[in-house]
Structure formats: C-alpha cells, structure tokens
C-alpha cells in the first residue's frame, strides 16, 4: 500500500509553447485554445518520484486537504502514480482536518472514494481563470507598456477575482473623493447629581440648520432643569463566538494584529504543518457533534499562558458552542496541541495564542451585564444617559479586547427634577468614510463570493504587488492612479468587467460542477463564449481607457533623464527608471528595454562597433552583484542566433521572444574584434555551468571574475593596479592568459616585480591568489576552455531564424 501527504498542488496549467509568443499570438485565439497540464515544479521530480513509490503497490490511499483543491491534487497524484481501478488496484481518499494521532487513525478507519465532480469543478476555474486573465493581461500589457513614462508596471493584469477586489478599493476611494461635507450642530446638556457630572446625549442627534439648533439651546437654557422622565433596566448578553473559519482568522489578523492576509496564510499553515492548529482553510464556524472538546482542552491544561483557564473550564464545566455555518468541508480552526512564545516565534505566536483564546472563548459563559437607561425632558426636547453594569465576564476574561465598556450612573427617581449645569451646542462636519482596510475587504469579498478561503488572501496580495493599492496605516489600502485608472476604464467600456456579479455567476456554476449537477465542459464553454464576446468589445473601445491613462500618466517624451546617444539618429535618448526600465528615443520613436534590477549609467562614451550606439554599464545590486557592459541595440534585438540563454530571462520555460528586460549584454556577446564581447573578456569556463567567467570590468580595486550564466563568482588578487585579458591562451587548458599589474608595497612577486602573466587555473602564483566566493572550487585538473557553447564559428550573423527564445509564460496563478 503507497501512502502520504501532500500540501500543494503538483500539476499547473498553462498553454503550449504555440500560444507563449505574444508577437505572434492574438489574445483573443488563447479562449479556444487548447490548454496542457505539466509539472509546477519540474526540478522537485515530484511526479517520477510518486511513480517510483507507488511500483509494487495495489493499494493507493489519498491524503490531501479536504477541499476542493485537495481533491484535484488527488487526481494529480493517481495520474503520476498511474493507479488504476480497472487494474485490480484500490484507490481510497482519507479524510482528516489535523495531523495528529488521534485525527488520523479515525481517517484512516472510514476512507472513501475521492470525489471526481470536485476535481472537476477546480478543473474548470482555472481554465476559466488561465484564458481570461491571460487574454485581457496580454492585450492590455502589450497595448499601454511602453506608451507612458511615469506608468510604473511591467504587467497590467487582470483577472476574474483580481479585478473586482480592486473594484471595491477604487470604489471607496471614489466615494471619498466625491464626498462633500456638511456641518451640522449636536446639543449637549450636563447635569452634576451626586457627584456624577454626565453628558446627555440628545434624542435629535444633530441638526442641520444653526439657527435652529440655536433654537433649541434657548429654549433649554430659559427652562434650567431636566426632569427624569423614565428609568428602565434591563439584563442583556454578549454571545460568545463561534467557531473561528479562515475568512474570520484573516480578518483578525489585520485588523488586531497587524498581519497581511499573505502572512497570516503562511503562518498558519507553518502552525498546521507542525501539529500545532488543525486545518486553517475552512468555511465552517459550527463543530461537528463528534468533535472532542474535553480533549482539546486537557492538550491546553500545561500551557503557561492559557493552562489555568483551560483547567477551569474542565473543572466548572465548559458551555456548548454556539451554532454556526457547516459547509462540509472541514471543523473550525482549533489548537492542536500546546506551544509557548520561543518555540514558535514572535507572529507565529501572536496568532497561535488568537487561535487559542478564540477556541476557550467559543467554551465560556456569554458576557452578561445590566444596561440602565434613564431618560430626561427639558424644553420639550428628550434627552438619555446609558450605564452599563458587568455582571458575567464569560468569554470576555479570555478574549478582554471584546469585554463591555463599564459606565457607572447614580440611582434616579422618577419625576424627579434636576438642574442644567451647561449647555454645549457642539459644531461638526459630516465626514466621508475612510479607505478600506484588508478587514472590511475581506468581508466585501465573502459576501460577494469573490476568492475562496484559500485564494481570498492571494488575490489582496496581487493588487498590492501588482502596485494597484498601497498599503498604509491601519492596514489601509489606498488605490493607486493606475488601479483607479483601470477600473475607471473598466467602468466606461463594460463595467461587468469589475463588478462582482459576474465571479458570483461563475462560482455558482463551478458549485453545481462539484455538486454533480452541471456538466463540467458545458460551463467552461458557456463562461468563455461570455467573456469573448467581452473581450472583444473591450478591444474596440479600449480608447476610452486610453483617454483616462493619457490624462493620469505623461507620455514618453516628457519622461526620463538624457542618458546616451541612439546609434541611428545620433541624439540623445532618454533613461525611464520606472517600471519597465527603458530608453526612449524621441526622433526615431524607439524604446529599448534595459536590465530591469540594479543601476544604469553611460559606459566611458564607447561605442558599439556594431550599431554605434553607446554603451551602458549595469551594475547589479549588492556588495557582491555583478557589472556588465551592453549596448541598447544588441540587448534588445540579439545579432547573432545560437545563444542559448538571454541574460534576465525566467530559468524554466520556453519563450520565443525576448520579453522586456530580457536581452544579450556583451558578455554574451561573440563579436570576434569587440573589446567588450564574451571573446575578448572571457577567461575560462564557469565550474558550476556552461557559462563562461568573464572578467568584471569596473570591479578594481576587488577584481573578480562572474559567469555570464550563473551567480558563480571569482576572486582575483585584490589591489592589484590593472588586471586585464589578453590575446594569448593557455597550451594546457585553453583559457585566457590574463595580465595582472600588482601593486608595488603588496606584490607578491621577487625583486619587487610587479607585472605577471598567467592563467588562473595553471599558474601556481595565480592559482594561489584566486577565492572562489559563490560556487564549487575549481582547479587545473577541472574543466577545460572557456564554456562558450559553438565557439566563435557557432554564431550566425544578426537576423532572426527559427531559434527563438519565447517570453516567460504568463500563467494565471500569479495574477
């Protein structure tokens, strides 16, 4: 029997290497194209792994998370593992919502079979979620990047859940923005009675109109008493929680603690993993009648922090939870097992100990108190005083920050006449509502039916990574121009677009695929057809959009600083730091894409013998980042085919064009005369790949050599005056003779030399005084030459052909 765990999803979807291109792809063909499943992590050889442990075996048992996710992971595993029931062989799915002793034997004892329609219904949204999001990001990316100068993104995404989540930011902000202020007036007498002075709030709550508040204010003052008109107690209660869901768990942890809903994910699932919490995603706040109470509390009993009040409720007897919502997926968060503060950390803590007061909350006695309301009359107006009298702290002992605010009153007789001490007539102004924060999103997005537990917090995160909103006190997110830009835009050409009727509408038909009541390739064709139909009308009037980003953003000619000069027209073009990192060319109306990390500055005023454009040195950040020369030109348009890797470009994956910040710097270059190119710096190949180490041009006085492929990095004898390649090779090994110029009080040749030739790996001089910083030492007796790949004669000249890089894939988990 193959048995084991597993927390994330083996397989991702995206489109074949056909559909990568997005020159040669129209956005609108990727809703009818096909779509292929791979590994997400092919390094991890997950799936050749589950092969291999599952030979031999003829029973498979499933244990994933109880979720719809999980269950698609469910189906990943019995395709690598190449289970089949018609084999003979069993497939069981185990079901838990912990990892602990007790919670997996019971799973163990009641397996079932995984659910195909659930598998399908995950199936079906991100399909869904892969094509429309792709579509709308590429034609948008592609249609404003490159358009603006100060238009800080490299990816204009959109998406299905991404884009209404936003809506609801820009919409708070709009109604800020439109929000007018009103004064208005609040009249406030006082009265002292034995020895208490109280504030009286009026039944009228404010007016608007000064001069009859004005009124008002006489009228009182002529009559100088208040007369107690009514006394009323009554016994009130506060209910203890429910049972904590993940959607409560990420509200909290904003709003009270301070953690984003990124963060609060990652810490509970560290907790989970652990054993220290159950399961963190989960829709349910009701405890199934079988979920064990006392045991949960006797794992709490030895706890420094919450032992004693776990050990009282044991011993006074613990209140049934209140009824919550089962949504069948798994019980509500609960402590697994105790934890103290130095073990965990310091914010994995802070949440553990939530998690745990929640839990002994959702088992304490209600808050009950008495509220005693006294009203008054004076002038004809009505006037009231609350008090408020704790009788039973309940839950709120263990959870204090929801505990009843304590106003004590004297005792009050009816009829009973007492005299005005002053009277305030206070002045205010109507205010608008403030940002939104992550909390008050949350629970848009939950009424809405926007996100799952599991995605609710990726899709906040995108829009701030995606530099849609900030992030600002109070855990407050402030749309940016560009957020508001894009949903204005949305809101001109479809406003569907944004709104969160449509994601509603397609949850609800992925809930029917789960439930077995809707035909899976049936909604997947319907949803796509819809937002075709979309798609393509958003492509007419994208106009509409472009007139609100003209009016928000500044073209390209007003943008940037003069950096270099452009090797066709001779004048200068300008450098825009923004993201995407480019240069712009007035006169020819070009833009060249640069590095998108480190720093960029004119390279000496040399020339690219190839195109006479001026070099730029990029210098990557970090003590120990590389600097490399390149020419704008060549970076941006490779003149020679047969390169097999572009510097910036993703690590795994197939692209057939070069996407913006991707290029040929000149250490990749193989232009046999340059004295900047791969040929004339190279000095022998990379030991960790097949890369060359290439001399850094501008690293004196802590000379070194970097692989124009990888992070290796060499150390060359340090103050050295000069050290430079030369022409000569080495007769044992191929590589480049450099020359080294030491520095007269520190060289360590005789007689006070101070030039010396050699070749790093043969010389014994300068083999000795070489530190490899980053990758695997390296000797004589290592490898040979200098890693180019085809050498010299393997480069064709500038021109296109067949062997094209294809840009990063644009997957949709990630909008």
């Not at 299905?160 to 439109?178: E, H, N, S």
Request: aromatic share 10%; proline share 6%.
């Amino acid at each position: 029997m193959f048995s084991g765990f597993l927390l994330s999803e083996i397989i991702s979807v995206d489109f074949p290497a056909a559909f990568q291109d997005w020159a040669n792809t129209n956005p609108s063909d990727l809703f009818q194209a096909p779509i292929l499943k791979k590994e997400s992590n092919p390094k991890a050889h997950i799936c050749r792994h589950l092969s291999q442990e599952a030979r031999g075996c003829s029973h498979l048992v499933l244990w994933l998370d109880c979720d719809r996710e999980g269950e698609n992971i469910c189906f990943e595993v019995i395709e690598c593992t190449g289970f089949h029931t018609s084999d003979g062989r069993r497939i069981y799915r185990a079901r838990f919502s912990s990892v602990t002793e007790k919670d997996i034997l019971k799973a163990m004892n009641s397996l079932v079979d995984p659910n195909r329609d659930e598998a399908l219904a995950v199936d079906a949204r991100q399909e869904i979620d892969l094509k429309v999001g792709v579509a709308f990001t590429r034609f948008q990316t592609s249609y404003f990047n490159g358009k603006y100068g100060n238009l800080d993104a490299r990816v204009i995404s959109y998406g299905p859940c991404q884009t209404p989540t936003l809506g609801f930011c820009v919409d708070r902000y709009l109604q800020i923005t439109m929000f007018k202020p009103e004064k208005f007036w609040m009249l406030h007498p006082y009265i002292m009675y034995k020895g208490y002075e109280l504030k009286l709030e009026w039944e009228r709550g404010r007016l608007f109109d000064a001069d009859v508040a004005a009124m008002f204010r006489n009228r009182l003052m002529e009559d100088g008493t208040m007369r107690v008109v009514r006394v009323s107690e009554k016994l009130e209660s506060k209910g203890r929680p429910s049972g904590l869901n993940t959607v409560n768990l990420l509200k909290v942890a904003s709003s009270a603690l301070g953690f984003g809903p990124q963060l609060t994910m990652q810490l509970a699932e560290r907790l989970y993993t652990q054993g220290f919490i159950s399961y963190p995603r989960t829709e349910s706040t009701a405890y199934p009648s079988s979920f064990d109470f006392r045991g949960t509390l006797v794992a709490l009993v030895h706890n420094p922090v919450f032992g004693g009040y776990a050990q009282k409720l044991l011993t006074e007897s613990y209140n049934k939870p209140r009824a919550g919502t089962d949504a069948g997926d798994h019980p509500p968060i609960t402590p697994m097992r105790s934890a103290i503060e130095d073990s965990l950390g310091n914010d994995a803590w802070k949440l553990y100990q939530y998690i745990c007061q929640h839990f002994l909350g959702t088992l304490s006695p209600d808050c009950r108190y008495r509220r005693i309301k006294v009203e008054f009359e004076s002038g004809g107006e009505q006037f009231q005083c609350i008090g408020q009298l704790v009788t039973v702290k309940g839950f709120t002992s263990i959870m204090p920050w929801l505990a009843i605010s304590e106003k004590n009153l004297p005792d009050f007789a009816e009829g009973e006449k007492i005299e005005i001490s002053k009277v305030d007539l206070d002045e205010g102004n109507t205010s608008p509502p403030d940002y939104l924060n992550e909390s008050e999103l949350i629970s848009l997005m939950e009424k809405h039916g926007i996100g799952t537990d599991a995605s609710i917090s990726v899709h906040i995160n995108n829009i701030c990574e995606r530099n849609y909103v900030q992030v600002q006190a109070g855990r407050r997110l402030v749309p940016t121009p560009l957020g508001i830009s894009l949903i204005r835009g949305y809101q001109c050409i479809d406003s569907d677009l944004c709104l969160p009727d449509i994601r509603s509408f397609i949850e609800h038909q992925i809930t029917l695929v789960a439930k077995g009541q809707a035909d899976h390739s049936m909604v997947v064709q319907h949803v796509l057809d819809q937002f075709r139909r979309k798609f393509s009308y958003f492509v007419k009037q994208i106009e509409n959009m472009d007139a609100l980003f003209e009016a928000q953003f500044s073209p390209l000619s007003d943008s940037g600083r003069l950096l270099s000069k452009c090797g066709k027209c001779l004048r200068y073009m300008k450098y825009i730091s923004t993201q995407p990192s480019r240069l712009y060319c007035g006169t020819c109306e070009e833009v060249y894409y640069v590095p998108q990390k480190g720093t960029v500055k004119l390279y000496k005023e040399l020339t690219c013998p190839l195109d006479n454009f001026e070099l730029l040195l990029c210098s990557m950040p970090g003590p120990e980042g590389k600097s490399f020369p390149l020419c704008p030109y060549c970076y941006n348009c490779p003149p020679f085919e047969g390169i097999d890797t572009f510097f910036g470009a993703p690590k795994t994956g197939d692209s057939s064009k070069l996407g913006k910040g991707v290029g040929m710097p000149c250490f990749l270059c193989p232009h046999p005369t340059c004295p900047h190119s791969v040929i004339a710096q190279g000095v022998c190949a990379c030991p960790e790949c097949s890369g060359t180490l290439v001399l850094d041009p501008v690293s004196a006085p802590k000379w070194r050599l970097c692989c124009n492929m990888c992070n290796c990095l060499v150390s060359l004898p340090e103050g050295a005056h000069r050290i430079s390649t030369t022409q000569d090779k080495c007769p044992e090994c191929e590589s480049t003779i450099i020359e080294v110029d030491f520095n007269k009080k520190t060289t360590p040749l005789k007689d006070g030399a101070t030039l010396h030739k050699g070749c790093i790996l043969c010389d014994e001089l300068l083999h000795s005084l070489v530190e490899m910083k980053h990758g695997r030492s390296f000797s004589r007796h290592g490898r040979s030459g200098r890693g180019r790949g085809k050498g010299r004669g393997g480069y064709r000249g500038r021109g296109r052909g067949n062997n094209k890089q294809q840009d990063p894939k644009m997957s949709f988990r990630d909008f």
